[in-house]
């Protein structure tokens, strides 16, 4: 059995996609990364790092909620059998833990079927550049109980069925759940003009109803954004 499949969702994601992939890779045995038809580098980013295969995302171009759900909820099941361990994280989450494989083999090994990894929204004056990996770049941010997320659980023994955003869950078969172990980092509010174009760009692909409701949060624009930006710096520290 290989020990973690990540699943990681994006759309054009050029800017943070190198950072998440080479992180990921490091303890990842396979990435998936399931693309919605990005229309910048990130495919041809992708390719570069052998470990990820590339799946299209439909709709095509549209940000929609309840196909996010249904990928979240069952894309990963073509791991069972395969792998001890997925990961189900968005473009901008990441997973963070010094010695994650040996946590994910002592828990399988205790039994456990979730690990609930504990939400932070780390900010930043301006988006990671260079080489560095993007955790030695950006360590400043704040607890946000409200990102937690039973990111990594085993395939073979849970239905996680994610609810509201996959911060909420239900799961069904090996519930045992591990919390406050594995941080889950939230690299969203990297300056303002970064905020604001990620905004836009997800306002431009949102069509449904429900998905307007789901992600009303995208619409209050710069003002709202720099309300947003302020929030984040208030009280941050260093979180790695």
Request: with cysteine.
């Amino acid at each position: 059995m290989e020990r973690l499949h990540s699943y990681i969702l994006n759309y054009n994601g050029e800017i943070l996609l190198p950072y998440i992939l080479q992180h990921y890779s490091i303890f990842s045995d396979r990435i998936f990364l399931l693309d919605n038809y990005s229309t910048d580098k990130s495919r041809e980013i992708a390719s570069k790092f052998p470990k990820v295969t590339i799946f299209n995302l439909e709709p095509e171009g549209r940000h929609d909620y309840t196909e996010i759900m249904n990928v979240k909820n069952h894309f990963w099941k073509r791991s069972r059998g395969i792998a001890d361990w997925v990961a189900i994280v968005d473009l901008d989450e990441l997973i963070s833990h010094p010695t994650l494989l040996t946590v994910l083999d002592e828990t399988k090994t205790n039994g456990y079927g979730i690990i609930k990894c504990v939400g932070y929204n780390m900010v930043s004056n301006t988006p990671p550049s260079g080489i560095a990996p993007i955790i030695q770049q950006i360590q400043m941010g704040k607890r946000a109980a409200n990102y937690d997320k039973a990111a990594l659980f085993r395939p073979d023994e849970v239905d996680i069925n994610y609810g509201d955003g996959c911060h909420n869950f239900y799961p069904t078969g090996n519930t045992k759940t591990v919390p406050d172990i594995v941080k889950i980092l939230h690299y969203k509010y990297l300056g303002i003009d970064y905020l604001c174009a990620r905004n836009e760009m997800t306002v431009g692909r949102i069509q449904d109803s429900t998905t307007k409701n789901a992600g009303s949060h995208f619409f209050g624009g710069r003002e709202q954004a720099e309300i947003d930006m302020t929030a984040a710096w208030f009280r941050a520290k260093k979180v790695i």
